[in-house]
């Protein structure tokens, strides 16, 4: 069993629509949880960063850690095509330490 | 935000040459920073970490002898591929840890191309 778990997809959407991604995990140490964007042929661009449970809310885009059922979500409200990417959870123990990465779920928001 | 700067971008060497990938932090300090390797349509996989002033940690089943990573300053790690082969074409991510806040930022990603 992986220590992260995600569904690779692909997921399609239709503009507009609010999208859920989700991850879950094994490691309870884990405590620094990070959602990436992943553009073709670009290095991942980080969305969004949380320190433990909990919501974080940015623009579009929520991210929620609820560590007692070792799941995590990233929610995108008013998909625009220009979200159609690969979404990456990422979470580490400490500051420190390297991450550990979910396969990457394949989004397609279409017009 | 923060950003991480990879440089080349793109390169294509011939076989049995060596390449040297650059991954610099432009406004913030990294004392540790990693590399990744990632194959077509295939999630990240770590290959080493490299920490400012000390030698690489590198994963399992990648040979540091042919991946030679130097960190030599906050803001700069190196990697280089010696007597590249084709089998080392592939798409290298660096990342670097932001000393104060721990965020995470990668590169932009160089794609080697060894004929």
């Known amino acids: 069993q992986k220590e992260v778990e995600q569904d690779p997809g692909p997921l399609s959407v239709p503009e507009g629509a609010i999208v859920s991604l989700n991850c879950t995990y094994s490691?309870?140490?884990?405590?620094?949880f990070m959602w990436y964007r992943q553009y073709s042929r670009k290095g991942p661009e980080l969305l969004m960063y949380?320190?433990?449970?909990g919501n974080k809310e940015d623009g579009r885009f929520t991210a929620q850690v609820d560590k007692s059922s070792k799941y995590i979500s990233l929610f995108i409200r008013d998909s625009q095509p220009s979200d159609s990417a690969t979404y990456l959870c990422a979470m580490r123990r400490n500051a420190g330490n390297m991450l550990t990465f979910g396969g990457g779920t394949r989004l397609m928001v279409k017009p | 935000g923060a950003v991480v700067s990879q440089h080349p971008s793109w390169v294509i060497c011939k076989s049995g040459t060596s390449v040297k990938i650059e991954c610099r932090s432009l406004?913030?300090?990294?004392?540790?920073m990693f590399w990744y390797r990632q194959f077509p349509k295939q999630s990240l996989m770590l290959m080493a970490t490299s920490n400012e002033g000390s030698k690489a940690t590198y994963e399992q089943g990648v040979e540091k002898d042919k991946f030679l990573i130097n960190h030599a300053s906050l803001t700069l790690s190196t990697l280089t591929v010696t007597s590249a082969h084709p089998e080392d074409s592939s798409f290298y991510i660096c990342?670097?840890?932001?000393?104060?806040?721990?965020?995470?930022?990668f590169g932009e990603g160089s794609r080697l191309t060894v004929l």
């Open positions: 990342s670097a840890s932001d000393t104060g806040t721990g965020e995470l930022f």
């Open positions: 406004d913030f300090q990294a004392t540790t």
């Open positions: 490691n309870s140490a884990f405590q620094y």
């Open positions: 949380t320190y433990s449970s």
